[in-house]
């Protein structure tokens, strides 16, 4: 039953992507087609997709539907300037449109894409949107990896960062990493350290060990990572209230283990299940104590099971060993006789390069022993161990935060984005160009085409459907500002030629734009190619599994498998 569940969620997030792209094409193409009616232009067709499959013909236009649901279009001969007698499809003559007919037909298509997306905006605004990480004012440093360049400029554990690139913040860490990636030259971070401030400054360099699919992009994700504030809200009649936990309680240490993020917290909760977990929790500006016991929950045993052996891993840096940093007693590491700072060498034959390398092994087993070997004071120890399962457990809690931003606000988080995105690779070509001495990790391979948007919003809606109607909004948005990139055969390129025949009272001449237009849809075809070929590329990869590097990664955060 549960796997009939999972396939007809796939399918939902399917039919929601093709959804999603059909609506915001057809919201754009129906602004060009409404302000061309509305002026008196003349229309051949108003398709939805390419390469139609079915056509009506009503008053005059022929409505289309293709098979490949790509993009859209509305033909319109007298907007297009590189005609120098626009003719209807079936070869009438028409008369030219007025740089003002043009100029409106082209902006109402990203118009009414911000008016959709403004519209479907409100949806997030009410309902709210699942954040990673609660917003915050301060982020302390829960780790660092050593050989890191955030290490070498002066950050260290502990460290409080006020702010960023000299700017205070109100993010969650996601939305903090974004503002990251997208810094051109040297990142600054203001610091606060034993009552005293100072500003870190480093350039990001590419994280091989950055998390899921970020970690093949090659971006410059931070070799540290926040203590981030757990706060939990209980649900009515479960243990955690029944024990006296309160709605906005911040959890920080589980049976005095500190804690940095929910993961951690969870997998808590999964260890002393049917046991007392004694939950140091910050409540009024005060700690306190509550004792709750974490009750099985057996329809998830089967999918969610882990199985651990027990010890906590960190690799201290790039092409560096993993070591064993903790130990959790009564497990089958601590039992066998695995040793804190052990160098872990190989886990069934397979030589251990990244914390990765344990955890897949030992996940694969599904419980069988297995064969690890340690270096220990240059000797190599074996050990045959046989991982305990942990199966999930659960005391009732809810710890979902959720942002409910504006629909401004949202169109201006994609504004800034876009802005961002396009100036970060742009410096990263210049200063290979040799052109700035800026740098950035962001490269044209991480543009998305529709094959990419398609994936984000398949994964999106997967995720959650808050965040897959967030990226329908961010869709519709990056789609009108795209559009408007004064580029030929773009809405943008006909905005701009447009106001050039408006300014000075002459057209300009019918050969030299429709040069231009065969050389820019040249360059966007292009373009689709190349980034299509790395959205392939980027499928292909999350399917596939993935493979530790053979030099070994960096990493971030302790692992505990």
């Given amino acids: 039953m549960e796997t009939f569940w999972s396939h007809l969620g796939t399918v939902g997030a399917v039919i929601f992507v093709f959804a999603a792209l059909g609506f915001c094409i057809l919201f754009h193409e129906l602004g060009h087609f409404l ?161 005293k401030t100072f500003v870190v400054r480093y350039t990001p360099v590419d994280n091989p060990n950055a998390p899921g699919s970020i970690r093949k992009e090659g971006v410059g994700y931070p070799f540290f990572m926040p203590r981030v504030p757990i706060k939990i809200f209980p649900k009515r009649g479960s243990v955690a209230e ?67 052996i027990g010890i906590t891993m960190e690799q201290r840096g790039k092409d560096q060993p993993v070591f064993v940093t903790d130990m959790i007693k009564e497990y089958p590491a601590a039992m066998a006789g695995v040793m804190i700072n052990d160098q872990l060498s190989t886990v069934n034959g397979t030589k251990v390069t990244s914390t990765l390398t344990i955890k897949k092994t030992i996940t694969r087993t599904q419980g069988a022993p297995v064969e690890l070997e340690v270096i220990r004071n240059g000797k190599v120890e074996k050990f045959t161990l046989t991982p305990k399962a942990v199966i999930p457990a659960d005391i009732g809690i809810s710890m979902a935060v959720y942002d409910h931003p504006t629909p401004f606000r949202q169109f201006h988080d994609t504004v800034m984005m876009s802005w961002k995105a396009l100036r970060g690779i742009v410096t990263g070509l210049g200063n290979k160009l ?99 070929f790395f959205d392939i590329r980027r499928a292909v990869n999350k399917v596939m599994p993935e493979k530790p590097a053979a030099t070994g990664n960096t990493q971030n955060a302790p692992e505990n498998p």
């Fill in 242 to 308: 029944k024990a006296g936990l309160k709605a906005g309680d911040i959890v920080i240490a589980a049976n005095g283990v500190q804690l940095s993020d929910y993961r951690q917290f969870q997998l808590q909760i999964d260890l002393f299940c049917g046991k007392p977990l004694v939950l140091t929790v910050e409540r009024d500006g005060k700690r306190i104590d509550i004792t709750v016991i974490p009750q099985p929950v057996p329809e998830l045993a089967e999918k969610y099971t882990n199985y651990l």
């Fill in 35 to 195: 302000a061309a009616k509305m002026l008196g232009l003349h229309i051949d067709a108003f398709s939805l997709g390419f390469r139609p499959f079915w056509r009506k013909k009503y008053k005059g236009v022929e409505y289309r539907i293709g098979y490949l649901p790509f993009g859209g279009y509305v033909e319109i001969p007298q907007i297009d300037a590189s005609d120098e007698i626009p003719k209807a499809a079936d070869g009438t003559e028409l008369r030219p449109g007025t740089p003002k007919e043009r100029i409106i037909t082209a902006a109402a298509g990203p118009l009414f894409n911000i008016i959709s997306g403004l519209l479907i905006g409100c949806i997030i605004w009410i309902w709210g949107m699942p954040q990673d990480t609660p917003k915050m004012r301060e982020i302390t440093v829960q780790s660092i990896v050593e050989a890191s360049p955030e290490y070498r400029a002066g950050l260290r554990e502990g460290d409080v960062i006020t702010k960023l690139n000299g700017e205070e913040f109100f993010l969650s860490w996601a939305k903090f990493v974004e503002q990251i990636l997208y810094t051109t030259g040297e990142v600054e971070l203001t610091v606060r350290r034993d009552g």
């Fill in 434 to 532: 040799g052109l700035t001495r800026n740098t950035s990790t962001l490269k044209p391979s991480h543009m998305s085409g529709p094959l990419g948007i398609g994936i984000v919003l398949f994964t999106s809606v997967k995720t959650s459907p808050a965040i897959g109607i967030y990226m329908m909004v961010v869709v519709s948005f990056a789609l009108a500002i795209f559009n408007l990139l004064p580029l030929p055969v773009l809405d943008g390129g006909h905005i701009f030629f447009g106001l050039l025949e408006l300014i000075f009272r002459r057209p300009i001449p019918t050969r030299v734009t429709r040069i231009l237009s065969y050389i820019f849809v040249t360059l966007l075809v292009s373009l689709m190619l190349f980034v299509t």
